[in-house]
């Protein structure tokens, strides 16, 4: 079974630019989540999506953050402008059910914003 | 890999002995306890969980134990090799909702 895909691994950007992070699930999940790590810290959930409808996006910056997962499947997480506390890594995981302990994660997107 | 972390409480462990992983919790009102394994460059791995009525659960290697009079839980590897140096990290899953909440992580070192 194929893992939580993510794309690209590394991004570097200078600050008030664009950036748009990938995510493919694992097949059949129809729960996503896309985190953010900070370096030295555990993850922090940004936004929950159940199919194609979000869940949980109460901690999504969202005058800077967006997200969609048009299809119910794969996703996609942008950040415009970027700001330099936005370095971090960028988390992707998916489960078959929403509220599942088990969550698998992708090998996430690290940013660097200069 | 890269780093998960610079300034994470770090646990030295001898290849084969025993390591006691610790984490304190703050919301009572969590209904499961989860322990994740995160590697070098990669997302973290779900390892165990708890549910707040028990007191332990074992797993392969792997025991959990949860005193909730002091809102405290830990997680104990056996016979620790090579492979489970990690950041590991406790997360509360609440009764209501879906949401899980990463504490934050301790790096064990396993010394050949």
């Known amino acids: 079974e194929a893992g939580v895909a993510q794309s690209p691994r590394y991004k570097i950007i200078e600050k008030r630019q664009s950036v748009a992070f990938w995510c493919n699930p694992i097949?059949?999940?129809?729960?996503l989540y896309w985190y953010q790590q900070i370096l030295g810290q555990g993850p922090k959930l940004l936004i929950q999506?159940?199919?194609?409808?979000?869940?949980?996006d109460s901690q999504l910056p969202k005058d800077r953050f967006s997200a969609e997962r048009l299809k119910g499947v794969d996703s996609t997480l942008k950040i415009q402008p970027a700001k330099l506390e936005d370095s971090a890594v960028y988390l992707c995981?998916?489960?078959?059910?929403?509220?599942?302990?088990?969550?698998?994660f992708g090998p996430g997107t690290r940013l660097t914003v200069l | 890999g890269e780093s998960v972390g610079l300034h994470l409480p770090t646990l030295s462990v001898q290849e084969g002995d025993n390591s006691i992983i610790n984490c304190a919790y703050s919301n009572s009102a969590s209904d499961y306890f989860i322990w994740y394994k995160q590697e070098s460059g990669k997302g973290p791995q779900f390892i165990i969980d708890?549910?707040?009525?028990?007191d332990k659960r074992q797993g392969q290697r792997v025991t959990v134990l949860l005193n909730k009079t002091v809102k405290h839980l830990s997680l104990q590897i056996a016979a620790t090799q090579p492979g489970d140096s990690a950041v590991y990290f406790c997360a509360e899953k609440k009764a209501a909702g879906n949401k899980l909440t990463f504490g934050g992580g301790t790096r064990v070192l396993v010394k050949p």
């Open positions: 999506f159940q199919n194609n409808g979000v869940v949980d």
């Open positions: 995981a998916s489960s078959k059910l929403a509220g599942e302990r088990e969550q698998f």
């Open positions: 097949s059949g999940h129809a729960t």
């Open positions: 708890i549910r707040s009525n028990m």
